[in-house]
């Protein structure tokens, strides 16, 4: 599998909001961390860890995660988005 980034400050909000972002579409498409992982080709602790925002993954690693959660790349972001700078 697949999925390499650099370890994060435990206080990065920035990876704290893309985490969010993660989890809430693998939730609502009712996918367990390791079916996302499956799919994405990463790891399922590696798809844990991005969702607590302890690592920062590259675009590479993005774009997988967006294939795996069916969504374009340009949708994970503007969720990131979202959460990043708190609008609903």
């Given at each position: ?13 920035d990876l704290?909001?893309?985490?969010a972002a ?6 609502r ?6 079916r ?7 790891h399922?602790n ?8 302890t690592i920062?993954?590259t ?6 995660l967006a ?13 990131y ?5 708190g609008?609903?």
């Open positions: 599998m697949h999925g390499q980034g650099n370890r994060a400050r435990a206080d990065a909000p704290h909001a893309l985490g993660v989890r809430e579409l693998r939730a498409r009712g996918l367990s961390q390791e996302l992982g499956f799919k994405a080709e990463l399922r590696y798809v844990g860890a991005i969702e607590r925002g920062n993954p675009f590479r690693t993005l774009m997988r294939d795996g959660l069916a969504v374009s790349l340009s949708e994970l972001v503007e969720m988005e979202r959460n990043a700078h609008r609903a």
